[in-house]
Structures are given as C-alpha cells and as structure tokens.
C-alpha cells in the first residue's frame, strides 16, 4: 500500500533556531516528492520538488534532501522566523500503472511547526 | 494562490441540501482537481478532469460530482449522499503531464449544520 509518513507530528522550536523535519514513504513506482508549506486555513504551496536523480533542493531557507535508496526525505529550514509557523506536507508522487497522463499523489499528514519569538 | 481562486471561503449546509462549490484559474491549465482535507489525515482525491468536458473518479468520489463545461472552471457538488461532508475543500490546477506542480486554491470550508 502506498504510503507517506511524517514526523514528528508538532513541533514548537525558537525564533532563529533550524529544524529539520522527516518524511518516509512507501510508494511504487516513484516519481518525485514534493513539499508543501499550508498556512493554517490556506491552501499549500509548494517548496521543492525532486525527481529520483537528486538528492538534495533549496528554496531560500528550506533543504531538501532524498534519499531514494532507504525512502526517506527531509525539509530543514535554516535560521526559523515566525511566519515559517505553519504545517509542512510531504508529497510523494507514483507514476500511473494504467500509462495515464496523471501522476497519483500520496500525501502525508504534515508537520505542525510552530516558531516562537 | 496562484490565480485560483474558491468561493465561498466558509459555507454552511443543513443536512440533506446539496451545495456547490466554486473554483476558477485563470493558469490556463487544462488539469484541475478536487481534494477534501481532514484533520489528522493527508489530503484525499475527490475529482480530477485533464481536460475540458472530461473527468475521472478519484479516491473518495461517493457522494460527490462535478463538471468540467470551461476550461477555467471545476465546481464541485456536495449532494446528500456525502455521509460526512465537513472538510475542508481544496481545488488545484496544473499543466498536463506527470512531473508537473499542482497550485492550489485558498481552499472552502464546509460545516454541515
């Protein structure tokens, strides 16, 4: 079964503190993985996504890395500020069994950040 | 939100009514997409249409329909067959293909009164 698992669940940190957050999945066959950033009641936008061949992608503060080998990924966000406080929602994509047109995306639960001053 | 917008932000329904919800790109993406989000799980697929005058059933589709008549339009049908409709609501839009971002709306949040 295909799935995509996140943790930890919450997690409070300081204001200019790192943090990195984790992402295992079970999903064949891969295509890419994807993170999103959701503002609590928005809708998510996408951070990174990569393909099988990289290992590692940034936007601005956030990194990041796959692992295709052992399936996992990781988000770190370097020096935190308080509007990154938001739920961080790992994406992975399959390819179609049927050779449709459309990936299926498998999405985790997200972790719940929460950045104080 | 990337030219997407949903309409309303919040809509209440008493038991036993449909309701529509709206979502319009202006991405001129021939894919879109309706996912229902929970608390505590992943976003589920509701719908999907990769073209104009053609959809297809995603995950979760009891108890919902749609339509796909514009290019830049999706709505999406809550009937009374949806045993448990509160959710939250997102639509998405993207290009066709298999590696492509999907941009999401600000999202509907239903409660069933």
């Known amino acids: 079964k295909n799935q995509v698992e996140q943790s930890p669940q919450s997690l409070i940190i300081l204001e200019g503190k790192n943090c990195t957050l984790q992402?295992?999945?079970?999903?064949?066959?891969?295509?890419?993985l994807r993170w999103y950033k959701q503002d609590t009641g928005r809708g998510p936008v996408s951070l990174t996504i990569?393909?099988?061949?990289?290992n590692t992608k940034s936007n601005g503060r956030y990194t990041a890395t796959l692992d295709a080998d052992t399936k996992q990924s990781s988000l770190h966000i370097t020096a935190s500020q308080l509007s990154d406080s938001a739920s961080y929602i790992c994406?992975?994509?399959?390819?179609?069994?049927?050779?449709?047109?459309?990936?299926?995306?498998?999405f985790g639960t997200g972790t719940l950040l929460a950045v104080q001053p | 939100d990337g030219g997407i917008t949903q309409s309303p932000k919040y809509l209440f329904r008493k038991e036993g009514q449909n309701v529509t919800l709206s979502c319009e790109q202006n991405?001129?993406?021939?894919?879109m997409y309706w996912y229902r989000q929970d608390p505590g799980q992943g976003l589920r697929l509701i719908y999907y249409s990769q073209i104009v005058n053609d959809f297809q059933k995603g995950d979760i589709a009891e108890g919902y329909s749609v339509s796909r008549e514009k290019k830049e339009s999706f709505p999406l049908t809550v009937t009374s067959a949806q045993k448990n409709p509160t959710a939250f609501y997102l639509c998405?839009?993207?290009?066709?293909?298999?590696?492509?971002?999907?941009?999401f709306g600000p999202g509907t949040r239903l409660t069933v009164l």
């Open positions: 991405l001129n993406h021939d894919a």
């Open positions: 990569m393909t099988f061949s990289e």
């Open positions: 994406v992975v994509s399959a390819d179609p069994l049927d050779g449709g047109a459309t990936n299926k995306l498998i």
């Open positions: 992402c295992n999945y079970t999903v064949s066959p891969f295509s890419n």
């Open positions: 998405a839009s993207s290009r066709p293909g298999r590696e492509v971002e999907q941009f």
